[in-house]
């Protein structure tokens, strides 16, 4: 009995030019829409808390403000970082999401966060600042899609 044998060769090629791909397809889900809109209220409330910070007296200002401040501009970057690395990998988004550390990152940011507004808002009872009840607010706001984007991290992780 004869065989015939056939033997295909491919000849690779490959240039050497960097370029930057863009995965704009991560915005298009739902983990994505949650990054972004986390991005778009931490600015928003670092803006606010940084215009203003000057702004208040010594006798006003408390520690609150400033760990307001703090954690926003904390979670702000980190979820810059991640989301620029879902954006500029396709395979970022995928992996990630499959790893306790966002679990654990939106969960911690969630609690903090949480905790930040809740004391600056408690600060801000006995006086009026709208500035600051506004940062508040966006940071409660913030808080709870830091919490969803925490449960659907679980479910991702646990593989649901």
């Keep these: 009995m004869s065989h015939s044998v056939t033997i295909t060769r491919t000849t690779t090629s490959t240039t050497n030019t960097s370029y930057i791909v863009l995965n704009t397809g991560y915005l298009k889900t739902f983990p ?18 940084a215009i203003n910070f000057r702004d208040s007296t010594y006798y006003y200002r408390g520690s609150q403000d400033l760990f307001h401040f703090l954690m926003a501009t904390t979670f702000m970057i980190g979820t810059f970082c991640l989301l620029l690395a879902c954006l500029t990998s396709l395979s970022t988004g995928g992996l ?10 939106h969960t911690v940011a969630a609690l903090l966060l949480l905790a930040s ?21 966006l940071g409660l706001v913030n808080a ?17």
């Design 32 to 49: 994505g829409l949650l990054k972004l809109f986390q991005l778009i209220i931490g600015v928003a409330v670092v803006t606010l808390m």
């Design 96 to 105: 990630i999401a499959k790893t306790i550390y966002e679990l654990i990152y």
């Design 117 to 137: 507004s809740a004391l600056l808002l408690v600060r801000l009872r006995d006086t009026k600042h709208d500035a600051y009840m506004a940062a508040g607010i």
């Design 144 to 160: 709870v899609l830091y919490f969803i984007s925490a449960f659907l991290a679980h479910r991702s992780y646990r593989g649901i």
